[in-house]
T-cell receptor
């Protein structure tokens, strides 16, 4: 148990569907992240939220829409995805995402997404 | 931005042997270097980390060394066991960027 819980663990969706991934952290952290992990590629940072405010968007297509209602919860809303979006989506949290301060990042178990 | 290179991409060892994974980074301002282990079907888990004010850190069979001058750091696993088989990621952070930059990962296979 890492303190970061992701649901669902597995999701299969059609290209015209709308679905959401959910993440909850029980660590009292203030920063939350979405990463994408594809086969044979490095971890790709998608979004960063610090104290509920989005501080980073790494040129992610608009078919991925994050939402952070509070410091403990993070969502990734998915719509009109493409097959190449199939991957493991990892949520993570850290104390904060302040610059110049190396913070340990704690990951959830991930949500396996398959787009058909 | 920061760039982290990790080698090798795969590493096969016999049980009981030592394993070494190496990473280099580009931003001399980075000051935090964690290592993560990712088992099949799970998210990455932090196993050890080091900050730039020390050169080496040990935790039982795992150790990490840091050479700030050369901008490289390494993970050392001694007396490897089959349960050490996993993908290991290095990362660098703490410079001018808000989060960590990860290496591409090393798949470690420990044969009984």
């Amino acid at each position: 148990e890492t303190g970061v819980t992701q649901t669902p663990r597995h999701l299969v969706m059609g290209m015209t569907n709308k679905k959401s991934l959910k993440c909850e952290q029980h660590l009292g952290h203030n920063a939350m992240y979405w990463y994408k992990q594809s086969a044979k590629k490095p971890l790709e940072l998608m979004f960063v939220y610090n104290f509920k405010e989005q501080t980073e968007n790494n040129s992610v297509p608009s078919r991925f829409s994050p939402e952070c209602p509070n410091s403990s919860h993070l969502f990734l809303h998915l719509h009109t995805l493409q097959p190449e979006d199939s991957a493991l989506y990892l949520c993570a949290s850290s104390q904060s995402s302040g610059q110049g301060n190396g913070n340990t990042i704690y990951f959830g178990e991930g949500s396996w997404l398959t787009v058909v | 931005g920061e760039n982290v290179e990790q080698h090798p991409s795969t590493l096969s060892v016999q049980e009981g042997d030592s394993a070494v994974i190496k990473c280099t980074y580009s931003d001399s301002a980075s000051n935090y270097f964690p290592w993560y282990k990712q088992e099949l079907g799970k998210g990455p888990q932090l196993i050890i980390d080091i900050r730039s004010n020390v050169g080496e850190k040990k935790d039982q069979r795992i150790a990490v060394t840091l050479n700030k001058t050369a901008k490289h750091f390494s993970l050392h696993i001694t007396e490897t066991q089959p349960e050490d088989s996993a993908v290991y990621f290095c990362a660098a952070g703490g410079s001018g960027y808000s989060t960590l930059t990860f290496g591409k990962g090393t798949m470690l296979l420990v044969s009984p």
